[in-house]
């Protein structure tokens, strides 16, 4: 990494701060920077220990920064601009498995594990197939009341593990008295009494459709991955991601999970990873699961996810209109239509965290953001309309040579 690629640390920690206020306000502007680099000083978590063989990916920078597109007004802007209105922490590109980018802002590091929200999501997905190929599992289509009994006559009665892969549970959250109760109950703000995953998912009766119907997008169906992992195996899901990703992709260094009051790890958004590490597991999907010369999805798992997308399903929920990038959510990932980036796929979190793969390129993206709110739709084409620059024009010799 070119030093110069590091700015100075213009960041503040949260001056007179509890540790309880902080966490009850570590989303808010005037801190997010800070607290979503530093989640383990505030929030209870659980460490993923880094590899015991670390894998350390080459180095050959190119100039990106001049490269230009258009961004979502149309204005014609260059990756230096738009990493700097997206409020970049950290960019992390790869093509064939070989560092060509990576820089970092405010005086985040390499070595700082990162907040990712619901970039997170793909881990989730790749610790469930691991769990069917290695046994603890039957099938995609198992129910989940027969993992968690307790969740017989809820609205979870008759959602199978692939409707909470796909966000096709046709749950229905408000029927909570309180909202806010989702993110106490899973650990992104203090819990009340008795609150945590299982609980709340216990009060969920009303769908608004049958599962199976169409995509509708909410965490919690995360979660219950999370807690189906917990319940099939004994282990937490902190313990099966170490076992099943992060030790064999050789991640260099510890990340971390939140967890609620009861141990549930929190997987809809709860993973602060590196951005080097983050990009290991695109490259793992890219080349048929192995990275490091290790496994770490079984083999033919993204073939599948693609041969078994349902478009329509996406195109009749409600967030195709808010991400018209994609043409199918499966497996906790975003596959991209073919009039954005023909084959690429990507997931993407609160406040401009993201992991972009294009096949054809051959080349992954990691993004660690933190934009000023969690949701910014102009800030998010933006970024997207830079992922599918950057990741198309990796191809080109002329970029590669860093002209």
Not at 182 to 192: M, T
Not at 289 to 315: D, S
């Amino acid at each position: 990494m070119d030093e110069n690629q590091t700015r100075q640390n213009k960041i503040q920690t949260p001056a007179g701060m509890s540790p309880i206020e902080i966490w009850l306000n570590f989303q808010k502007s005037d801190i997010n920077r800070w607290a979503f680099r530093n989640i383990d000083k505030f929030i209870p978590h659980d460490v993923i220990p880094k590899s015991i063989s670390p894998l350390t990916l080459g180095f050959a920078p190119c100039n990106i920064s001049n490269i230009r597109f258009d961004n979502h007004e149309g204005i014609v802007i260059s990756v230096s601009e738009a990493l700097a209105y997206l409020m970049v922490d950290a960019l992390v590109v790869v093509k064939d498995h070989v560092m060509v980018a990576e820089q970092y802002y405010e005086g985040m590091q390499p070595d700082v594990p990162h907040l990712l929200f619901s970039a997170s999501k793909p881990f989730a997905a790749a610790m469930i197939a691991n769990l069917i190929h290695h046994g603890f599992l039957h099938s995609e289509n198992d129910l989940l009341v027969q993992y968690v009994p307790e969740l017989m006559g809820t609205a979870f009665d008759g959602v199978t593990i692939r409707h909470l892969l796909d966000m096709q549970s046709g749950i229905d959250i408000r029927e909570l008295d309180d909202l806010a109760e989702l993110e106490r109950a899973s650990g992104f703000a203090p819990p009340q009494a008795h609150e945590n995953i299982l609980s709340t998912a216990l009060k969920l009766n009303r769908k608004k459709f049958q599962a199976g119907q169409k995509t509708d997008y909410n965490s919690i169906n995360t979660d219950m991955l999370s807690l189906l992992a917990a319940r099939s195996t004994g282990k937490s899901a902190a313990g099966l991601l170490r076992q099943f990703i992060f030790e064999p992709m050789g991640a260099e260094y510890d990340a971390l999970v939140i967890r609620d009051p009861e141990g549930i790890n929190e997987l809809g958004g709860g993973l602060a990873v590196t951005a080097r590490d983050l990009v290991k597991l695109g490259l793992a999907m890219l080349n048929d699961g192995v990275i490091n010369h290790q496994q770490v999805l079984p083999k033919g798992t993204m073939r599948r996810v693609f041969n078994t997308a349902e478009p329509k399903k996406w195109r009749d929920g409600w967030l195709a209109n808010l991400t018209p990038q994609a043409k199918a959510y499966r497996a906790q990932l975003y596959l991209c239509g073919d009039e954005f980036d023909s084959g690429a796929f990507f997931a993407v979190g609160s406040f401009g965290n993201a992991l972009y793969m294009n096949p054809l390129h051959n080349t992954v993206i990691a993004l660690l953001s933190s934009y000023p709110t969690a949701v910014d739709l102009g800030r998010f084409n933006t970024q997207m309309a830079m992922l599918r620059e950057l990741s198309n024009r990796m191809s080109s010799p002329r970029v590669l040579e860093g002209i």
